[in-house]
């Protein structure tokens, strides 16, 4: 597995929720008289950190969509744009949501951890990093969900999933349930939802997810104690990672979960949170 730093995964729960969020401003925004030269361009300044974008930002070349902003704004510019310069255009709770995003982007560039996670010894300690990484990117599926994007959970979900794997005997007392526990729960939770007699999902689909989960707990079984979990769970990330035609043909029926649809529970499950 590719192993990041706590900040890159951060960025990418930014990059997942930003389309949404870029939408859901000038969707508020739009409908102003003059709102690219009375709200962006007058504060260009102060909006935008990089020199370069604040040359791009003229009064007379307003953008004709969503997606031509996204040449002048990122998560930082954009939460900037709400807080300070567009209040009156959006709800309370909008603004604090807005703040909360802003706070973690600000603590995201400078290093600014919160007080709570920073040791009396050492300042930017790896453990303190990765609980700031994870408490941020817990605040950003919160905005998700607050807006209704129930796939940009999920998919904020696995990013926190992947996180939890990377970190599995890294000095951060993982703990994680025996691998009978955890096979027994996926098992339960979507195997045998997948491969029963009334399932709609194909007879050689449901061949090759049995014999695959079968190999698994004839491999776990073998194995040390001390690794044999760590196996199932890089068996759980490897079935959300490799979107094969089994993750597809069993995504075409509604009531089938995928391994992706319960990485919430599962990881709370897994990992005793």
Aim: charge should be negative; glycine fraction near 0%.
């Amino acid at each position: 597995m590719l192993i990041i730093s706590p900040r890159s995964y951060v960025t990418a729960a930014f990059d997942l929720l930003f389309p949404t969020l870029i939408e859901y401003v000038f969707d508020k925004i739009s409908p102003i008289n003059n709102w690219w030269v009375d709200i962006v361009c007058l504060n260009k300044d102060y909006i935008f950190s990089n020199w370069e974008v604040r040359e791009l930002v003229y009064e007379d070349e307003v953008p004709d969509c969503d997606a031509a902003l996204f040449d002048y704004f990122d998560e930082h510019s954009l939460c900037r744009l709400v807080w300070f310069y567009s209040k009156k255009h959006f709800s309370d709770r909008d603004l604090k949501m807005f703040k909360k995003l802003y706070d973690i982007r600000n603590e995201w560039a400078h290093r600014d951890y919160k007080q709570e996670y920073r040791q009396a010894a050492v300042y930017d300690d790896e453990a303190s990093k990765r609980k700031w990484a994870i408490s941020a990117i817990q605040d950003i599926r919160c905005v998700a969900n607050d807006l209704g994007e129930k796939d940009i959970v999920k998919r904020i979900s696995i990013l926190l999933f992947k996180m939890k794997c990377d970190w599995i005997g890294i000095e951060d007392n993982t703990e994680l349930l025996t691998h009978e526990k955890l096979t027994n729960w996926l098992y339960e939770n979507v195997v045998s939802r997948v491969i029963s007699d009334d399932s709609p999902v194909n007879k050689k689909t449901k061949e090759r997810v049995k014999i695959s989960f079968n190999n698994l707990i004839d491999f776990a079984n073998v194995a040390s104690p001390k690794t044999a979990s760590r196996y199932v769970v890089d068996y759980y990330w490897n079935a959300i990672k490799a979107k094969t035609d089994v993750y597809y043909e069993i995504k075409r029926h509604d009531n089938i979960p995928t391994f992706e649809d319960v990485v919430e529970e599962f990881t709370k499950y897994c990992y005793k949170e």
